[in-house]
């Protein structure tokens, strides 16, 4: 857990210690120092700007990071313009990479005006050495570049870049240590993420994430249950473990442990209220695990399970290691297990579908939309096959043309949607209880909260209720979300 008082104790006089996290904890209050001479300097309070993409990974990484950056002195505003610029980048596919170079450009005319702001990139898409190269060669004016190792070091990073007044690019190829007892912040208060493991070994043969994020390392189960204590004690109703393959949670620890045992740990937290996890590998789960989510109450009525093709063809060569036929029998003994859900009669089962890999014929994309129609998913992201570098789906003979792929986008999202929709409108009518989680983005006076099975739904209210868990009807579908109403 992080202990303020033990930063605040914390000598900054003399050498930084070498042992992490007083090292961190040496450079925030360093930072801090310099920050309240920069703000007198430039006449205003420190502002920052952090633009997350990807996953739930680095989201939770971008909680760490602000809670650093706000301990230094600086505060969050909305606007993407700030005396500190953080992009957490994803390179899961082509258009986040491009995404990322349009935004440069728009802040290097921004920092013509500001000469005292600091852009900085870090997350999965500076892990690779192409990209940090061609910053480096043509956007100079970015001043700090770290990758997904050293994320826990941003204070020092930003320390060397403020007294060397030059860019700072430190990646690390593998991860050297888990750093924990840093501070977090929040983005809801009451509900978060916690990293059950890093990494991932699956290699499967489209997907970067392994070559980002490095080798699989699970967390101490200890660890994972005193840092969602101290979240419950503090607030926290809902947590969210994270791992790009939990299923596998547990296996390299020298104490082997598995995910359905954590999982029935967790369940034991007192006060906490409800259970969610991400991403579930198909090959990896197991009838124990389908046990715990059934007796385990908290667990949420919610699977997100990613198909990625229904065509085992496709499958063996996407190296996932299961079968058309073998996805199916699980969703089937899942389903068995899990009719837990009061309304509808089943588990919420969502996925993950990439269209066009490399070799996918008429039949095999057919073999995609006959599992979606078996299964019928809550819902499901839909994603056009991107060429990684480096992967050795990249290297594939027969990469699938442009229209063809398009076409078949059309058809999957119009299955996808169709059923989606006959989901949603199933329970219509039904009184469920809802995490109340914040104010409708769009009409200030409505809330927005999250079903059991992750649906969302939009009700009048009041936003001192935010953060409890209250019955509301679900008066009327709306396709993929509900209008509603507290039941009082
Ligand atoms: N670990 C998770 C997924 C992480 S990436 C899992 O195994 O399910 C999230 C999703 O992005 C993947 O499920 C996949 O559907 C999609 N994805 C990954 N690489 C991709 C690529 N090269 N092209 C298109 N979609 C991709
Ligand atoms: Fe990528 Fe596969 Fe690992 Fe998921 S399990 S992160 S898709 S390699
Ligand atoms: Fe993207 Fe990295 Fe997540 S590549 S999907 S942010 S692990």
Request: proline share 4%; charged share 30%.
């Amino acid at each position: 857990m992080f202990d303020y008082e033990r930063l605040e104790a914390l000598s900054i006089e003399g050498e930084a210690p070498q042992s992490e996290p007083e090292r961190q904890y040496y450079f925030m209050k360093k930072c801090r120092q310099w920050a309240e001479e920069e703000k007198e300097r430039i006449g205003h309070p420190l502002t920052m700007s952090i633009q997350t993409l990807g996953c739930q990974m680095n989201a939770k990484d971008s909680e760490k990071m602000t809670a650093i950056l706000e301990y230094i002195g600086y505060k969050e505003v909305e606007e993407p313009v700030a005396d500190f610029v953080l992009y957490n980048t994803c390179t899961v596919r082509e258009n986040a990479n491009l995404k990322i170079y349009g935004r440069l450009g728009y802040l290097k005319n921004h920092k013509k005006k500001n000469p005292s702001m600091r852009i900085a990139l870090c997350g999965c898409m500076m892990q690779e050495a192409d990209e940090v190269e061609r910053i480096r060669k043509s956007y100079s004016f970015v001043d700090l570049v770290f990758g997904t190792h050293n994320i826990y070091k941003l204070a020092e990073l930003l320390y060397t870049q403020v007294q060397s007044a030059r860019p700072v690019m430190d990646v690390w190829k593998e991860a050297k240590e888990i750093v924990e007892d840093l501070p977090g912040k929040r983005k809801y208060p009451f509900k978060t993420g916690v990293n059950i493991m890093y990494g991932c070994n699956n290699f499967c043969s489209y997907c970067i994430v392994p070559y980002v994020r490095g080798r699989e390392r699970s967390r101490e189960p200890e660890d994972i249950i005193s840092e969602i204590k101290g979240l419950v004690a503090d607030g926290v109703v809902e947590v969210m473990l994270l791992g790009q393959n939990v299923n596998s949670y547990g296996k390299t620890l020298e104490n082997p442990v598995t995910f359905a045992n954590l999982l029935r740990q967790v369940n034991e937290i007192e006060g906490l209220k409800r259970i969610r996890f991400m991403t579930s590998h198909p090959k990896d789960l197991s009838d124990e695990l389908i046990e715990a989510m059934a007796e385990c109450d908290k667990v949420c009525t919610h699977l997100h399970l990613p198909l990625q093709s229904g065509s085992t063809e496709i499958l063996k060569k996407m190296n996932r290691k299961y079968t058309k036929e073998s996805y199916l029998s699980l969703v089937e003994r899942i389903r068995e297990k899990n009719p837990k859900l009061s309304l509808t009669t089943d588990i919420s089962l969502t996925t993950d579908i990439i269209v066009g890999f490399p070799g996918e014929t008429e039949e095999d994309f057919e073999d995609t939309l006959d599992v979606v129609r078996k299964v019928r998913y809550d819902s499901a992201y839909t994603f056009i096959y991107s060429k990684r570098t480096g992967t050795p789906a990249a290297a594939m003979e027969n990469q699938v043309p442009e229209e063809v792929v398009k076409e078949r986008f059309d058809r999957l999202l119009h299955e996808v949607q169709g059923i989606s929709t006959e989901i949603t409108k199933s329970i219509e009518g039904e009184t469920v209880p809802v995490l109340v989680e914040e104010i409708n983005t769009q009409n200030e006076e409505l809330l927005t909260g999250r079903l059991s099975n992750n649906a969302v739904v939009h009700f009048p209210g009041d936003v001192s209720l935010i953060g409890e868990i209250l019955p509301v009807k679900l008066v009327e579908s709306k396709g993929f979300y509900y209008m509603g109403e507290i039941v009082k």
